[in-house]
Protein backbone atom coordinates (compact mmCIF):
# COMPACT_ATOMS: atom_id res chain seq x y z
CA UNK A 1 0.00 0.00 0.00
CA UNK A 2 1.48 3.50 -0.56
CA UNK A 3 1.54 6.26 1.90
CA UNK A 4 -0.20 8.15 -0.58
CA UNK A 5 -2.70 5.65 -1.56
CA UNK A 6 -3.36 5.69 2.32
CA UNK A 7 -3.55 9.40 2.76
CA UNK A 8 -6.00 9.53 -0.41
CA UNK A 9 -8.33 7.07 1.47
CA UNK A 10 -8.82 8.84 4.57
CA UNK A 11 -9.18 12.18 2.79
CA UNK A 12 -11.25 11.39 -0.12
CA UNK A 13 -14.06 10.53 2.63
CA UNK A 14 -13.79 13.74 4.02
CA UNK A 15 -13.91 15.15 0.42
CA UNK A 16 -16.98 13.42 -0.59
CA UNK A 17 -18.75 14.35 2.50
CA UNK A 18 -17.88 18.33 2.27
CA UNK A 19 -20.09 20.59 0.79
CA UNK A 20 -19.67 22.91 -1.67
CA UNK A 21 -19.98 26.84 -3.22
CA UNK A 22 -17.75 28.71 -5.41
CA UNK A 23 -14.36 29.08 -4.05
CA UNK A 24 -12.46 31.76 -5.49
CA UNK A 25 -8.99 31.58 -4.89
CA UNK A 26 -8.15 28.75 -7.17
CA UNK A 27 -9.77 28.75 -10.50
CA UNK A 28 -8.79 24.40 -11.09
CA UNK A 29 -11.55 24.44 -7.80
CA UNK A 30 -14.84 26.42 -9.18
CA UNK A 31 -16.44 23.23 -11.06
CA UNK A 32 -15.63 21.15 -8.32
CA UNK A 33 -16.90 23.40 -5.39
CA UNK A 34 -20.36 23.47 -7.45
CA UNK A 35 -20.57 20.13 -8.58
CA UNK A 36 -20.31 18.17 -5.47
CA UNK A 37 -23.64 16.93 -3.43
CA UNK A 38 -23.60 16.89 0.67
CA UNK A 39 -22.95 18.62 4.08
CA UNK A 40 -19.85 19.92 4.88
CA UNK A 41 -19.13 18.12 8.42
CA UNK A 42 -18.17 21.07 10.72
CA UNK A 43 -16.74 19.19 13.63
CA UNK A 44 -13.70 17.99 11.63
CA UNK A 45 -13.16 21.91 10.72
CA UNK A 46 -13.32 23.16 14.02
CA UNK A 47 -10.41 22.05 16.57
CA UNK A 48 -12.24 21.54 19.69
CA UNK A 49 -15.69 20.91 18.40
CA UNK A 50 -18.22 19.94 21.07
CA UNK A 51 -19.57 16.02 21.12
CA UNK A 52 -22.91 14.99 21.49
CA UNK A 53 -23.84 12.11 23.90
CA UNK A 54 -23.78 9.68 21.42
CA UNK A 55 -20.17 10.72 19.96
CA UNK A 56 -17.69 7.82 21.36
CA UNK A 57 -15.07 10.24 22.55
CA UNK A 58 -12.83 6.82 22.78
CA UNK A 59 -13.15 5.41 19.56
CA UNK A 60 -9.82 3.77 19.07
CA UNK A 61 -10.22 4.21 15.63
CA UNK A 62 -9.30 7.83 14.67
CA UNK A 63 -10.97 9.34 11.29
CA UNK A 64 -11.85 13.10 10.19
CA UNK A 65 -14.78 13.37 12.01
CA UNK A 66 -13.47 11.49 15.50
CA UNK A 67 -14.51 15.17 17.92
CA UNK A 68 -11.75 17.21 18.28
CA UNK A 69 -11.28 18.77 21.74
CA UNK A 70 -9.23 22.10 22.92
CA UNK A 71 -7.34 21.57 26.25
CA UNK A 72 -5.69 24.12 28.01
CA UNK A 73 -2.10 22.96 28.84
CA UNK A 74 -2.80 23.54 32.76
CA UNK A 75 -5.48 21.52 32.37
CA UNK A 76 -3.44 18.73 30.52
CA UNK A 77 -0.82 18.36 32.48
CA UNK A 78 -3.05 18.28 35.68
CA UNK A 79 -3.89 14.46 34.18
CA UNK A 80 -0.48 13.90 32.71
CA UNK A 81 1.29 14.33 36.26
CA UNK A 82 -0.81 11.89 37.97
CA UNK A 83 1.02 8.10 37.38
CA UNK A 84 -2.10 5.86 35.82
CA UNK A 85 -0.45 2.64 38.22
CA UNK A 86 0.16 3.99 41.35
CA UNK A 87 -1.57 7.54 41.53
CA UNK A 88 1.89 9.34 42.31
CA UNK A 89 3.50 12.36 40.95
CA UNK A 90 5.09 11.91 37.22
CA UNK A 91 7.55 14.72 35.81
CA UNK A 92 6.03 15.73 32.48
CA UNK A 93 8.07 16.51 29.70
CA UNK A 94 7.08 17.73 25.96
CA UNK A 95 8.80 15.05 23.76
CA UNK A 96 8.39 17.05 20.40
CA UNK A 97 5.78 18.74 18.76
CA UNK A 98 4.94 18.96 14.96
CA UNK A 99 1.99 21.71 14.33
CA UNK A 100 -0.89 20.78 16.06
CA UNK A 101 0.67 17.85 17.19
CA UNK A 102 1.89 17.32 20.56
CA UNK A 103 3.87 13.96 22.38
CA UNK A 104 4.59 13.84 26.12
CA UNK A 105 6.55 11.86 28.14
CA UNK A 106 6.02 11.11 31.60
CA UNK A 107 7.83 9.09 34.39
CA UNK A 108 6.63 8.99 37.70
CA UNK A 109 8.96 9.59 40.89
CA UNK A 110 7.22 6.86 43.18
CA UNK A 111 6.93 4.01 40.81
CA UNK A 112 9.32 5.31 37.85
CA UNK A 113 6.54 4.32 35.42
CA UNK A 114 7.12 5.59 32.51
CA UNK A 115 4.78 6.39 29.74
CA UNK A 116 4.41 7.96 26.26
CA UNK A 117 1.51 10.63 24.96
CA UNK A 118 -0.25 11.93 21.87
CA UNK A 119 -2.81 14.13 21.02
CA UNK A 120 -3.42 12.55 17.56
CA UNK A 121 -2.39 9.39 15.53
CA UNK A 122 0.49 9.26 13.10
CA UNK A 123 -0.05 8.25 9.39
CA UNK A 124 3.58 7.25 7.92
CA UNK A 125 5.18 9.67 10.07
CA UNK A 126 2.49 12.68 9.68
CA UNK A 127 -0.07 13.82 12.22
CA UNK A 128 -3.28 13.50 11.14
CA UNK A 129 -4.28 16.21 13.16
CA UNK A 130 -2.31 18.30 11.09
CA UNK A 131 -3.61 17.01 8.13
CA UNK A 132 -7.19 16.98 9.15
CA UNK A 133 -6.76 20.72 9.43
CA UNK A 134 -5.06 22.05 6.31
CA UNK A 135 -8.25 20.10 4.54
CA UNK A 136 -10.57 21.57 6.80
CA UNK A 137 -9.25 25.06 6.03
CA UNK A 138 -8.69 24.27 2.22
CA UNK A 139 -12.22 22.52 1.85
CA UNK A 140 -14.18 24.82 3.90
CA UNK A 141 -12.10 27.98 1.50
CA UNK A 142 -11.06 29.70 4.70
CA UNK A 143 -7.94 31.61 4.01
CA UNK A 144 -5.06 29.77 4.98
CA UNK A 145 -2.55 32.58 6.04
CA UNK A 146 -5.87 34.24 8.06
CA UNK A 147 -6.89 30.96 9.54
CA UNK A 148 -3.71 29.86 11.23
CA UNK A 149 -2.59 33.23 12.07
CA UNK A 150 -6.21 33.46 14.25
CA UNK A 151 -5.16 29.96 16.06
CA UNK A 152 -1.44 31.38 16.77
CA UNK A 153 -3.58 34.68 18.14
CA UNK A 154 -5.43 32.41 20.91
CA UNK A 155 -2.05 30.02 21.31
CA UNK A 156 -4.00 26.87 19.52
CA UNK A 157 -0.79 24.96 18.66
CA UNK A 158 -1.19 24.42 14.81
CA UNK A 159 0.54 23.61 11.45
CA UNK A 160 2.80 26.14 10.08
CA UNK A 161 1.71 28.11 6.84
CA UNK A 162 4.53 26.23 4.91
CA UNK A 163 3.17 23.09 6.49
CA UNK A 164 -0.22 24.11 5.33
CA UNK A 165 0.90 24.10 1.94
CA UNK A 166 2.63 21.58 1.98
CA UNK A 167 -0.20 19.32 2.56
CA UNK A 168 -2.43 20.96 0.19
CA UNK A 169 0.15 20.44 -2.81
CA UNK A 170 1.36 16.88 -1.61
CA UNK A 171 -2.16 15.08 -1.06
CA UNK A 172 -4.63 17.52 -0.89
CA UNK A 173 -5.10 19.00 -4.31
CA UNK A 174 -4.39 15.50 -5.80
CA UNK A 175 -7.73 14.39 -3.95
CA UNK A 176 -9.90 16.79 -4.83
CA UNK A 177 -8.69 15.95 -8.26
CA UNK A 178 -9.75 12.22 -7.87
CA UNK A 179 -13.03 12.96 -6.21
CA UNK A 180 -14.09 15.87 -8.58
CA UNK A 181 -13.15 13.26 -11.78
CA UNK A 182 -15.75 10.56 -10.53
CA UNK A 183 -18.21 12.98 -9.33
CA UNK A 184 -18.47 14.40 -12.85
CA UNK A 185 -18.07 11.38 -14.48
CA UNK A 186 -20.87 10.47 -12.63
CA UNK A 187 -22.70 13.28 -13.51
CA UNK A 188 -22.69 13.40 -16.97
CA UNK A 189 -23.44 9.93 -17.16
CA UNK A 190 -26.95 10.57 -15.25
CA UNK A 191 -27.17 13.82 -17.88
CA UNK A 192 -26.00 11.67 -20.95
CA UNK A 193 -29.64 10.54 -21.57
CA UNK A 194 -31.14 14.11 -21.46
CA UNK A 195 -31.84 17.30 -23.52
CA UNK A 196 -29.79 20.02 -21.23
CA UNK A 197 -30.60 23.29 -20.99
CA UNK A 198 -27.42 25.07 -19.85
CA UNK A 199 -26.18 27.96 -18.79
CA UNK A 200 -22.72 29.28 -19.78
CA UNK A 201 -20.50 32.32 -18.86
CA UNK A 202 -16.72 33.49 -18.45
CA UNK A 203 -15.08 35.27 -15.58
CA UNK A 204 -11.61 36.38 -15.30
CA UNK A 205 -8.62 37.23 -13.52
CA UNK A 206 -8.29 40.81 -13.85
CA UNK A 207 -10.94 43.41 -15.49
CA UNK A 208 -11.05 45.15 -18.30
CA UNK A 209 -9.33 44.14 -21.36
CA UNK A 210 -5.60 42.82 -19.59
CA UNK A 211 -7.15 39.57 -17.90
CA UNK A 212 -4.22 36.77 -18.24
CA UNK A 213 -6.80 33.29 -17.62
CA UNK A 214 -10.16 33.08 -18.18
CA UNK A 215 -12.23 30.34 -17.41
CA UNK A 216 -15.53 29.21 -19.22
CA UNK A 217 -18.10 27.81 -16.75
CA UNK A 218 -21.35 25.87 -18.19
CA UNK A 219 -24.14 24.73 -15.61
CA UNK A 220 -27.05 22.86 -16.22
CA UNK A 221 -30.22 25.04 -15.61
CA UNK A 222 -32.51 22.45 -14.37
CA UNK A 223 -30.19 20.51 -11.62
CA UNK A 224 -28.07 24.09 -11.18
CA UNK A 225 -25.16 21.30 -11.38
CA UNK A 226 -21.66 22.82 -13.13
CA UNK A 227 -21.11 20.07 -16.25
CA UNK A 228 -18.16 21.95 -17.47
CA UNK A 229 -15.49 24.02 -16.45
CA UNK A 230 -12.47 24.94 -18.65
CA UNK A 231 -9.40 27.20 -18.79
CA UNK A 232 -7.78 29.84 -21.07
CA UNK A 233 -5.02 31.57 -21.15
CA UNK A 234 -5.17 34.76 -23.07
CA UNK A 235 -2.05 33.67 -25.34
CA UNK A 236 -4.03 30.94 -26.71
CA UNK A 237 -6.12 33.20 -28.36
CA UNK A 238 -6.18 36.61 -30.00
CA UNK A 239 -6.55 38.88 -27.08
CA UNK A 240 -8.38 38.91 -23.61
CA UNK A 241 -11.94 38.92 -25.11
CA UNK A 242 -11.24 36.21 -27.35
CA UNK A 243 -11.09 34.12 -24.14
CA UNK A 244 -14.81 33.77 -23.44
CA UNK A 245 -15.82 32.33 -26.81
CA UNK A 246 -12.75 29.89 -26.80
CA UNK A 247 -13.64 28.78 -23.17
CA UNK A 248 -17.87 28.12 -24.63
CA UNK A 249 -16.01 26.22 -27.84
CA UNK A 250 -13.95 23.93 -25.22
CA UNK A 251 -17.05 23.43 -23.31
CA UNK A 252 -19.10 22.39 -25.72
CA UNK A 253 -16.22 20.05 -27.43
CA UNK A 254 -15.76 18.70 -23.90
CA UNK A 255 -19.42 17.91 -23.21
CA UNK A 256 -19.82 16.37 -26.90
CA UNK A 257 -17.19 14.00 -26.44
CA UNK A 258 -19.06 12.75 -23.34
CA UNK A 259 -22.07 12.51 -24.78
CA UNK A 260 -24.54 15.01 -23.62
CA UNK A 261 -26.84 16.93 -25.58
CA UNK A 262 -27.35 20.56 -25.60
CA UNK A 263 -30.92 21.86 -26.41
CA UNK A 264 -30.57 25.33 -25.03
CA UNK A 265 -27.42 27.63 -24.35
CA UNK A 266 -28.54 31.36 -21.87
CA UNK A 267 -25.56 33.22 -21.64
CA UNK A 268 -24.90 37.18 -21.25
CA UNK A 269 -24.85 39.52 -24.74
CA UNK A 270 -21.52 38.82 -25.16
CA UNK A 271 -20.99 39.78 -29.10
CA UNK A 272 -18.14 37.14 -30.02
CA UNK A 273 -20.81 34.98 -28.42
CA UNK A 274 -24.15 36.01 -30.02
CA UNK A 275 -22.16 35.62 -33.82
CA UNK A 276 -20.70 32.14 -33.28
CA UNK A 277 -24.02 30.91 -31.77
CA UNK A 278 -25.74 31.82 -35.03
CA UNK A 279 -23.07 30.91 -37.49
CA UNK A 280 -21.58 27.70 -36.06
CA UNK A 281 -24.46 26.11 -33.60
CA UNK A 282 -27.71 27.40 -34.59
CA UNK A 283 -29.02 23.74 -33.77
CA UNK A 284 -29.14 25.10 -30.16
CA UNK A 285 -31.41 28.05 -28.93
CA UNK A 286 -29.67 30.65 -27.84
CA UNK A 287 -31.30 32.78 -24.80
CA UNK A 288 -30.25 35.75 -22.96
CA UNK A 289 -30.08 35.84 -18.67
CA UNK A 290 -32.52 38.09 -17.98
CA UNK A 291 -30.00 39.18 -15.38
CA UNK A 292 -27.74 40.87 -17.88
CA UNK A 293 -30.21 42.74 -20.01
CA UNK A 294 -31.68 44.08 -16.70
CA UNK A 295 -28.37 45.26 -15.80
CA UNK A 296 -27.90 46.97 -18.74
CA UNK A 297 -31.05 48.82 -19.35
ZN1 LIG B 1 3.70 5.41 39.76
Not at 91 to 97: D, F, G, I, K, T
Not at 131 to 151: E, H, V
Amino acid sequence: MTTLGEYRKVLKIFVISSTLSVICCDWLLVAYWNSVIGQFRMELIVFGSLYSAHDNLYSSSTSYNTPKIIVESDQLMELLSVCPMCAGHSSVELSSRHGAYLKFSSTCTTCQHFRLWENSPMKNKTPLINLFMSAGILFSRCLPTKTLRFLQMISVKSPSPATYFHYQKKFLHGVIREVYSSDMKALLKTLSTQELRVSGDGRFDTPGHSATFGVYTMMDSDTSKIISTELVKSTEVSSSPAMELEGLKRCRSSLSQKNVTIVELTTDRHAHITKWMREHWSEVQHTYDLWHISKSE
